[in-house]
């Protein structure tokens, strides 16, 4: 292991043995944890990127965070990883790092932080967005992850004046959201910037056996069969996976650009999970949302777009989100501050005219 990543380990008390389950039926948590980390130089520098920072450093980041790198595509804008767990991306000043399972995603923080200085001389974090949906089996989860409180402390110990969200009813499924943002000296040049997430539980059964083996050979041919080509928009680039028996992960970039898309699914029946991320612009975000739930069908879904004020785009799948319904689905919850909107909705019973804009408790979270 290199010695920045040894430095990291030995600064930093983390756990490092592996979570056992007791003997019980096989479970496997989809529900993945985020990590978006934007960077900057205290110095000004201009002409570096985190791209920068040499493959064998990555995989040893990753060894910490518990997951490996399965294969990887890029252009003049971004680096794509397809994980064993889910998905990184990599661009000039932001590292995108998405886990499922029982990783230990924000082990690999420190490793990150320092990796960043080392090899591409951005030595500030200058924000940090850390999210996940509440997990089915908390308890399998490494100490570090078991809860959210947990996870702030730790997140509290890297950042001044972080701020810690959970939206969505106690009652049901909800998203938890850790945020920092420090106004720095030598800022980049803003630039239009949101993201639609979509995570999807209790998928239709006829949509799950399309995504194993016994359905599609690969991941080119899950992606062509099981519709997810009908998501995606023309001319990206596209790299995926179809696990052995089952599970499916895919990451897309459009064009030249460092805008991605990324796709994972855990289709065992009894704790089946889709999830959907973008940052596109180049098709109308609210009809890519009803082509991600014709694909999936799920029963619950919980969804999230963060806008940034001058993302024209973002701000559009915002308003519609508020204003306009789910075909087929009944919006349960909705919540907003200045630069997100969340949700949840249920999939409507048959004959149920129930408007989808009826919330049991949707209020504003300042």
Excluded at 4 to 11: H, L, P, R, Y
Excluded at 220 to 225: A, I, N, T, W
Excluded at 344 to 363: I, L, N, Q
Aim: glycine share 4%.
């Amino acid at each position: 292991m290199s010695t920045v990543c040894n430095t990291a380990e030995k600064n930093f008390a983390v756990q490092t043995h592996p979570v056992k389950a007791p003997d019980e039926e096989y479970f496997f948590e989809g529900a993945e944890k985020l990590l978006e980390l934007w960077f900057c130089s205290t110095k000004g520098i201009t002409d570096t990127s985190l791209r920068s920072i040499p493959r064998s450093e990555i995989d040893n980041m990753l060894d910490i965070a518990r997951c490996k790198i399965l294969h990887s595509k890029h252009n003049e804008s971004i680096d794509s990883y397809v994980l064993s767990e889910s998905s990184l991306f990599v661009s000039d000043n932001r590292v995108i790092l998405k886990t499922c399972g029982t990783t230990r995603l924000l082990a690999a923080l420190p490793v990150l932080m320092q990796l960043a200085g080392t090899y591409a001389g951005l030595d500030q974090v200058q924000s940090v967005y850390y999210s996940r949906k509440n997990f089915l089996r908390p308890d399998l989860q490494p100490n570090l992850h078991k809860n959210f409180d947990a996870e702030v402390e730790y997140l509290d110990s890297f950042f001044e004046d972080g701020h810690a969200y959970c939206l969505g009813s106690l009652k049901q499924d909800r998203w938890y959201l850790y945020t920092f943002h420090r106004e720095v000296e030598f800022p980049a040049n803003k630039q239009p910037d949101h993201t639609l997430e979509i995570l999807m539980s209790d998928l239709d059964e006829e949509v799950l056996h399309k995504f194993t083996k016994d359905f599609a050979v690969d991941g080119k041919d899950c992606f062509m069969r099981a519709g997810i080509d009908k998501i995606i928009p023309a001319g990206a680039d596209v790299h995926d996976e179809l696990f052995d028996p089952c599970g499916y992960s895919m990451n897309a970039y459009m064009n030249d650009t460092d805008q991605y898309a990324t796709i994972h699914v855990t289709p065992e029946k009894e704790f089946s999970f889709a999830s959907f991320e973008t940052n596109q612009d180049l098709v109308c975000l609210y009809s890519q949302t009803r082509k991600v739930l014709q694909c999936f069908r799920p029963n619950k879904i919980l969804m999230t777009v963060f806008a940034n004020d001058i993302s024209v785009k973002g701000k559009d799948a915002q308003q519609q989100l508020w204003d306009r319904e789910l075909p087929g689905y009944r919006r349960t919850n909705v919540q907003f501050t200045e630069t997100l909107v969340y949700a949840h909705f249920v999939r409507k019973a048959p004959h149920d005219s129930t408007s989808s804009s009826d919330e049991d408790d949707g209020e504003r979270s300042d």
